[in-house]
């Protein structure tokens, strides 16, 4: 399904520069091999591999490139302290069409440069990369339990996730996600609409899960005073998840508790998400705001 196109690839180029600018970096295209192994060596600190093993090989890297895919280091003084991996891919849009789009793989920041905004400033020199180049829409897998990846991917920067995968990966042997099912959420992004310019432009501000529910959204997930997790039968076609507020934390301190979090919200959204739903939104209490299909 085509969308709209509201911004040029100039302006998103200019909108890369910008966000680079606002969080103190340098992001440019990588295309030596050193270049490559230094984006490995950020992204295996970011998720560090048993002993002998790689997120992503720099071989592999240089194949991706050549065969039009997209590598991105943000540097601070020279040195690359971010990186992002895509490669071009198919997908199908709900009235069956195939859509060619950039899929972006992984992207990372080193420990201590988390919070200034380098993540959105990787994002958007993809964006002005990807209209550069004809691609209209990237797509990208998340946790859906990592709130704070959701609050960026949905509400800043616009997107929809529009499918939910269980243990999308299978088992994952790295420091973070070991020892937890790998379901993902399918975040479509489409990089030229209008809804993406309005959430990148500030013009896209949070509801509250009390304006929400005035309105006759339901709860389909919710959270006891004592943290006892529900899963409530809904028929409003605006349903309200909750997420938990550092999934990162609750794994390392009650494993048991981060694994009744993903079955419950697995259970709350992957049959509505499956049946054409979509995510859409993330309440200011950082609840998911999911509606059904027509």
Known sequence: MAVDRVVSAGQAVLDGEQAAQRSGVVVRSLDTHEEFDRARFVWDTVWPMPPGGTEITAHLMRALHHAGGYVSGAYVDGEMVASCLGFVGRSQDLDGTWHTHLHSHVAGALPGYGDRGIGTALKLHQRGWALERGFDRIEWTFDPLVRRNARLNLMKLGGVAVDYVADFY?????????????????LRWDIASERVADALSGAVTAPTRDELVALGAEETLHVNPDGELLVLPATSPVRLVAV??????IRKADPGLASRWRLALRAAVEPVVGKGGRVIAQTVEGDYVMEVSS
């Not at 299978?170 to 993902?184: A, F, Q, Y």
């Not at 938990?244 to 934390?249: L, V």
């Open 170 to 186: 299978g088992e994952m042997t790295d420091g973070l996600n070991v020892g937890d099912p790998s379901d993902r959420f399918i």
């Open 244 to 249: 938990p507020e550092d999934i990162i934390a």
